[in-house]
């Protein structure tokens, strides 16, 4: 099972999250020389995403429905 991916806020590729936090990555284009180097968005903390809520909170109860405390 593959990680999900989101765009690097730094470099903008996509780049897989894990443990909320954007993976280790070089950053775009060829490498100059043999230094490794990261990309400074690398493992920074990924942004949540906005999921839509499950229920709308403002409608009022259910007639007969009891609050629950």
Known sequence: MSSPRRACPVCTRRIAVVGGRFARHDPPGRRSGFDLVSCPGSRR???????????????????????LF
């Open 45 to 67: 903390i990924a942004p949540l995403l906005q999921e839509p809520p499950l229920f709308d909170g403002t409608e009022p109860p259910v007639p007969g429905q009891q609050t």
